[in-house]
């Protein structure tokens, strides 16, 4: 007999461990569907919808996913897609419901395997490519992980995890031959698994303030929803448009950004391996980008170079990642006329939900809620404040969080209210102003770090006797990580050990946490009970500024 998903619907999933590690249901948020078009049939697979329905509609010979070394149409996408489905289904043995990991810079194969990931009923643990070994291994034991589709320049850190773990019994690589005559072996259209638009699709991690993933369930509906919200109410995405950006699509960002978005409305994306601010600018130029997506640090790069290059076909550029500062986006306006559209967003419910269209921007808020969401701020009793004080960011609305198997569902929802970790005002008329970070994670250049995970790496270095990883104040990256050391007897403490343990710390996490700011203390700060008082050292680093 079939399993039922929580809204009632029979699930396809023949594996089950995502549907039996779901939250109860009285822990999730208030859930908000009062838009027509949120209103999903309840069989619905993202990926036919996505991606089938457009061809159904005549885009075939469109554009969908452009590189400068080539351009797929709707069409050879979904050639793409049906063939790696029918290598899942058939030659890897996977079944509805596995969880298939996916590692490989941003690239039209990568966009062609999260696809069909979801067509075969599976669920897509898209991961960044900078993940180490360790990190692999968090997200394979957490997610119970046998299956990974990986580009072969990327593999030797997983095939690591895999023997860590004894998970991941069956990487295939792509790039270097191997998916890809494993394709060439099958040329039949694949029909797409009956999902229920509540069954879960992807799993996205997030770094929690331990250093502990967190592992957020978004179902077929939910895929939709952030098009059907974001790309529809805030960008107006239309055909014509071509989207390019910087996030990975690993996070729910670029995920939304460079796949989602124009595939829902028959655009095209450009997507980009390596996007630095000179090949972000030379994208828009080359590919006549009309919508930008990027973080806050990477604006303020793009300005000493935007005399370099022709961006008249750029009609909007989406700020999101970190609070986007008035200076940056003043400047941005003053360069090329447009007003950055700020959001803010969070994996818990895969994309953005505050936000406002440029002709409605005020300069330094993010915005107001998006059509079919609510938001507040709350007090100490948890209830919503009245305009004009300051308090922990609640929202509500289509997405929401739901945790795998995790205790901090019951920190993240609130009396049915999302708690992001963010604290804001809201003024008079309904604009929600950013202040502070409510927790320990360190936004940096848009990238959410985990303070302890960083104190994790440098303490197994042994020139490392305590440690202690804040964020500092820094006028490029929003906040960079500081790490305060205090070295073991006898070891020399000066620039030599700084680079070291930088190097250490790089080897070890994803290189983009690494401590970019090192002092050295004859001990840490704490209290009668000997805890570090965190406190001390981030006023220690706002008094000081980054290094």
Known sequence: MSAATPGGNVSAHVDSFAREHLPPPEAWPVMRFELPELQYPARLNACTALLDHRIEAGDGERVALRTDAVDWTYNQLQSAVDRIAQVLVNELGVVPGNRVLLRAPNNPMLAAAWLAVLKAGAIAVATMPMLRSHELQQVARKARIEHALCDARLVAELRNAAEATGLLKQILTFNDGALEAAMARHDAPFRAVDTAQDDVCLLAFTSGTTGEPKATMHFHRDVLAMADVVGRHLLQTAPDDIYAGSPPLGFTFGLGALLVFPLRFGASAVLLEQPSPESLLGAVERHGVTCLFTAPTMYRSLLPLRDRFDLGSLQRAVSAGEALPKATSD????????????????????????????EQVRPGATGKPLPGYEACVLGADDLPLPPGNSGRLAVRGPTGCRYLDDPRQHDYVVNGWNVTGDRYRVDEDGYFWFEARADDMIV???????????????????????????GAPDRERGQVVKAYVVPSTGVQAGPALVQELQDFVKARIAPYKYPRSIEFLEQLPKTATGKVQRYSLRRRAEEQGSA
Request: aromatic fraction near 8%; avoid cysteine.
């Open 331 to 358: 400047a941005w306006f003053d360069a090329t006329g447009l007003r950055l559209i700020d959001g803010i967003g969070a994996t818990e419910l895969i994309h953005i939900f505050i936000s406002s269209r440029p």
């Open 444 to 470: 940096s250049s848009g990238y959410n770090i985990a303070g302890p995970e960083v104190e994790n790496a440098l303490s197994a270095h042994p020139a490392v006797r305590e440690v202690a990883v804040v």
